[in-house]
């Protein structure tokens, strides 16, 4: 016994000495070669993951990931902004996901929309065959499996109203600090780093928070707050409605402020779905009304003092001339562009340098910077990467979630019913208003929960099937 007592206390200072060996060695290697430092949090997951429940473990490893979602490229090591937190984080997830042991009993009432987005992926892959540049194509792919996988993610691991809770709960808390941001930007004209007005060198007070175009920030702001709403107005405690009449006013504050005509006429529309559901209806007649007069006042006023918040709003609709011939322009060469390939598409990812060559040129241009130009419209750039066929699987996954969001918000009662309807509406809002949508992260996660609210709310009315397989 003794022996064997000695043999175990040998082993056991070897194995420190190995492991004080090695993270000596990645301490002097990671600044040279900053990946090595994804080898110690892979390996831990590893050692980890088997002396705990697996599901429990992936579950907190998805929070983590929408988490890390909404700090984009700030959750990232300074040499390498491009390998930041999400990123790192969504691989040793998918590693893992498909290793473990899976249950999609949950989630096969969505068999349909999921399927889509599988053979929306497939199909892109397959125009590599004919793709214009294949660098582009595959950073498409990326984009386009990191925004399905998020989708997935999100119905998958939101397996009760008790998880959407506590999601929602982190969520609303970054929500609220991306507000905070937003209020500094716009109180003080400074930006976070990675802020299109400091990547470019240009005077922009125009709040972005976490993203990096100020359109980008409004969509951000207006898809959230049907999500955020749900978890204040669930109760009808004073303090609750308080808090979401300061936020939403804060929220309108800075989507002015933002000057994106989409991100407000999306609040609006937002906003109204939510107060029809925790309103009565001559109520919310008479809350409609009266804030149609009193913002008619107010721009009628503005128009004469051009003065205030108002004078900005009406600016954001009739000041943007050239923006809008601009947007005309790119919409009309899209569809010419689509006709000129038959409908089959340029290859996914390429309309963006199209784009920027009907806009710039092909010389004299500056060869340091990006050369494409997104067509700011997600329905005709996904046509014109891969033509009708590959935009048929899109389409009927936002068909049937346009169906169930309003079959939803006419049959159920409760502000639930109203969170798919929110989602929509905001994404369609962004479809058509950001130059990135394939790249923003915090919309495929929105999209995801809106998704998951229609899976919960699907399964409610099969109770049997009802059943929670993380709850021992």
Not at 94 to 109: A, E, Q
Not at 349 to 369: H, K, M, Q
Request: include cysteine; charge should be positive; proline fraction near 3%.
């Amino acid at each position: 016994m003794k022996v064997l007592m000695e043999k175990m206390s040998l082993n056991s200072i070897t194995f420190r000495g190995i492991v004080i060996a090695a993270m000596a060695l990645l301490s002097i290697l990671s600044p040279i070669f900053p990946w090595l430092l994804a080898i110690p949090v892979i390996v831990i997951g590893v050692l980890y993951v088997n002396k705990i429940n697996t599901n429990k473990w992936m579950y907190g490893l998805f929070v983590a990931i929408l988490m890390a979602g909404f700090w984009g490229a700030y959750a990232s090591l300074p040499q390498m902004p491009s390998l930041f937190l999400f990123r790192i984080l969504i691989a040793i997830h998918f590693v893992f996901f498909l290793f473990s042991k899976k249950d999609f009993s949950t989630i096969k009432v969505l068999k349909v929309p999921l399927i889509c987005m599988v053979v929306w992926i497939f199909y892109s892959v397959i125009t590599l065959i004919w793709t214009t540049d294949v660098a582009l194509s595959l950073n498409a792919i990326y984009f386009q499996f990191e925004a399905c996988y998020l989708v997935f993610m999100c119905v998958y691991y939101i397996s009760s109203w008790k998880k959407m809770r506590q999601v929602l709960l982190w969520i609303t808390a970054n929500y609220t600090i991306s507000i905070g941001i937003g209020l500094y930007e716009v109180l003080s004209g400074e930006h976070l780093r990675f802020s299109a007005g400091i990547l470019l060198g240009y005077a922009d007070p125009r709040p972005t928070g976490w993203l990096v175009n100020t359109n980008d920030y409004a969509s951000y702001l207006v898809i959230y707050f049907g999500l955020v709403s749900l978890v204040l107005l669930s109760s009808k405690k004073k303090i609750n409605i308080a808090i979401w009449l300061c936020l939403l006013a804060i929220v309108t504050y800075l989507v002015i402020e933002s000057h994106s005509r989409t991100g407000f006429l999306g609040l609006v529309s937002v906003v109204a779905l939510v107060l029809f559901k925790v309103l009565r209806i001559q109520t919310f007649i008479l809350t409609i009304f009266g804030g149609a007069v009193a913002l008619c006042a107010k721009v009628i006023y503005s128009s004469v003092a051009s003065s205030g918040l108002t004078a900005q709003l009406v600016d954001s609709f009739t000041g943007k001339g050239d923006s809008t011939q601009e947007r005309v322009f790119m919409y009309k060469y899209v569809i010419q562009l689509c006709k000129d390939h038959h409908f089959l598409g340029v290859g996914v990812g390429n309309t963006p340098r199209f784009v920027f060559e009907a806009l710039y040129g092909s010389s004299n241009i500056d060869l340091s910077g990006s050369q494409t130009m997104a067509a700011h419209n997600f329905w005709l750039s996904i046509i014109s990467d891969i033509g009708f066929i590959g935009f048929i699987p899109i389409l009927i996954f936002f068909i049937y979630f346009i169906y169930q969001a309003i079959t939803m918000y006419i049959t159920n009662n409760t502000l639930k019913g109203a969170i798919p309807a929110t989602v929509i509406l905001g994404f369609i809002a962004v479809s058509v208003g950001s130059s990135s949508i394939f790249e923003m992260r915090v919309i495929w996660i929105a999209l995801g929960l809106g998704l998951a609210v229609v899976c919960l709310l699907q399964r409610e009315k099969h109770p049997n099937e009802n059943v929670d397989p993380w709850i021992k």
